[in-house]
């Protein structure tokens, strides 16, 4: 095989990453999927998984080109299934219009395919070449590789900080990051499943916790509003359990307490909360690890963590977490007892941070965004393409 056709190859696969995130926000607990069926060098057909329980990015192209796609090659971000779901498998469909070439990008993790359509469609007298922007196909769909191998979600931790690394302001207003970077906050809570943040974040700012982006397209789900609770002490006249029957809030506390808190639990679930137990960690606090577990059985993918200090350190200290966004405002707090932004880690532990690595750094209005890749899903985190870099 030539160069060019490798580099042809590469190219088609990148426009099918490109379709594969028209689904984000949409899609999950499935997978972000595109793809792109060529006849020679034209593209006849271009498809993504839209959304959950929809066709597969497969069946959308192969629709799109009709009579075309006799003899073609499909480019595809993901193998194909082979297993009966919502939708029947992508790999008869393949079949079905004696499509000759299959380039793929990585293989499925789902137990059910993982491989088997590979085979199926080798098996099968179809070409199949695999790994073709790899790297780039298994970044973006980390979410999903991580629910389908732990049943856990994906989780990003993020916090606003003074450049002297405050998490409280002393400004006129009570926000310490700019407009703008707020409302890409609102944006990202607009594509995750759930927005985390510990009782005393609760108690001491009320807050809604709703994902309220500027475009309505961006508010793509209602994300559940998910606190850390450990005593049931979520106060009824909260704007969060005041809310709670329009848009669901969850409160986990923990396994095995007095009666007093055994009565708030009732009252809580009367407003429509629903409260789940879990057991206590041994360091205080809630178990987490099992906190996700839970998540990830009820279909949550991705988890946005929003603090308090205490939460956020919770995180570092288990590992648990996969990335990081921190917004850094060009305040100064100056030297008081304003709280930093992670608490709880034992001097020098550096816990949680080890293996990470900066993955992007952007301005933001006045503010710069670092987005840190941390070591919960395993892998090493990825080389930094230039453009990843803004200066400032
Ligand atoms: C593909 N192409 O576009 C997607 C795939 O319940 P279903 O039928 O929607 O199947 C979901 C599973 O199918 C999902 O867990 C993943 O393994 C695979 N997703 N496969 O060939 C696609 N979205
Ligand atoms: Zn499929």
Same mark, same amino acid.
């Not at 400004?171 to 409302?183: T, V």
């Given at each position: 095989m030539s160069e060019n056709s490798r580099e042809f190859d590469r190219k088609m696969m990148r426009l099918?990453?490109?379709?594969? =995130?028209?689904? !984000?926000?949409? %899609?999950e607990p499935n997978p972000l999927v595109g793809a792109v069926l060529c006849r020679g060098r034209r593209i006849v057909g271009r498809g993504w998984h839209g959304e959950f329980g929809g066709p597969h990015a497969e069946i959308n192209a192969i629709r799109m080109a009709g009579g075309k796609a006799r003899g073609g090659t499909l480019y595809v971000t993901l193998e194909p299934c082979c297993h009966h779901g919502k939708t029947g498998p992508c790999t008869e469909a393949i079949l079905a219009v004696a499509i000759q070439r299959v380039v793929v990008a990585m293989v499925d993790p789902n137990p059910l395919v993982c491989g088997q359509g590979i085979r199926r469609l080798r098996n099968s007298g179809v070409e199949v070449c695999t790994g073709v922007c790899q790297v780039e196909a298994q970044r973006l769909n980390r979410p999903f590789v991580k629910w389908i191998t732990t049943g856990r979600p994906y989780v990003i931790l993020k916090w606003a900080q &003074?450049?002297?690394?405050?998490?409280?302001? #002393?400004?006129?207003?009570?926000?310490?990051?700019?407009?703008?970077?707020?409302? *890409?906050?609102? !944006?990202? #809570?607009? #594509?995750?499943?759930?927005? *985390? %943040?510990?009782?005393?974040?609760?108690?001491?700012?009320?807050?809604?916790?709703?994902?309220?982006p500027k475009k309505a397209m961006d508010l793509r789900r209602i994300p559940r509003r998910v606190i850390l609770d450990s005593y049931c002490r979520l106060p009824l006249t909260s704007r969060l359990a005041r809310s709670a029957r329009s848009i669901p809030v969850c409160v986990f506390h923990r396994r095995g307490f007095g009666r007093a808190a055994v009565l708030r639990r009732k009252r809580l679930e009367s407003y429509g909360v629903q409260c789940l137990a879990v057991a206590p960690a041994s360091e205080g606090g809630l178990n987490i690890r099992e906190v996700l577990q839970r998540l990830g059985g009820m279909g949550c993918t991705n988890l946005l963590v929003e603090g308090g200090p205490k939460v956020l350190g919770a995180f570092f200290q288990a590992r648990l977490a996969d990335e990081a966004w921190v917004f850094?405002?060009?305040?100064?707090?100056?030297? &008081?007892?304003?709280?930093?932004?992670?608490?709880?880690?034992?001097?020098?532990?550096?816990?949680?941070? =080890?293996?990470?690595?900066?993955? !992007?750094?952007?301005?933001i209005a006045e503010d710069i965004l670092v987005r840190l890749r941390l070591a919960a899903g395993g892998a090493r985190p990825m080389d930094l393409k230039g453009n990843d870099i803004i200066d400032i």
């Open positions: 099918a990453l490109q379709l594969a =995130r028209r689904g !984000q926000g949409r %899609v &003074t450049i002297d690394g405050c998490v409280e302001s #002393r400004g006129k207003s009570k926000w310490i990051s700019s407009a703008a970077s707020r409302s *890409m906050v609102h !944006q990202l #809570r607009g #594509r995750v499943d759930a927005v *985390m %943040v510990g009782i005393g974040t609760v108690r001491q700012d009320d807050p809604r916790l709703t994902a309220r850094i405002a060009p305040q100064l707090h100056g030297e &008081t007892r304003g709280r930093r932004a992670v608490e709880g880690i034992a001097p020098g532990a550096g816990a949680g941070i =080890r293996g990470a690595g900066i993955e !992007q750094v952007r301005r």
